[in-house]
């Protein structure tokens, strides 16, 4: 089955829910965004709304192994990064974090949970400034 994609600053009115909604709220970081769990057949999606728009999606779906996450990795980067690389800046021995090559999406692995973070430096910035 193939994961949903989404389009990063779309409008929050604009987003087809992925899934079964099982939990929404505020975020706990950033203040004024909105997150929406969903469960899908790989797992669950969040998506996280902040001033109307898209600004983050949470891909929960692990992986029966490494070639599937570097795939399904390969796959989320190649959709978000629009054409622009997404490069390799630390990992800190529980995950890894990127940046596309012109610095307005992070991406986040976390190879413990093999859950993969995409979204944009603007809430970046909010959620961890």
Not at 44 to 71: F, M, N
């Amino acid at each position: 089955m193939a994961l949903p994609l989404f389009r990063l600053l779309e409008d929050a009115d604009g987003i087809t829910p992925p899934g079964d909604l099982v939990w929404e709220g505020p975020h706990d970081k950033a203040a004024g965004a909105h997150e929406q769990r969903f469960e899908i057949a790989e797992g669950h999606v969040i998506l996280t709304t902040w001033q109307g728009k898209l600004h983050s999606v949470i891909y929960q779906t692990p992986a029966e192994d490494d070639a599937g996450a570097a795939r399904r990795n390969k796959k989320l980067f190649a959709h978000y990064g629009d054409g622009q690389a997404f490069n390799e800046i630390l990992d800190n021995g529980f995950g890894k974090t990127y940046r596309r090559a012109d610095m307005e999406r992070f991406a986040l692995w976390s190879y413990a949970m093999d859950y993969t973070t995409i979204g944009t430096m603007e809430f970046h910035a909010v959620m961890w400034g």
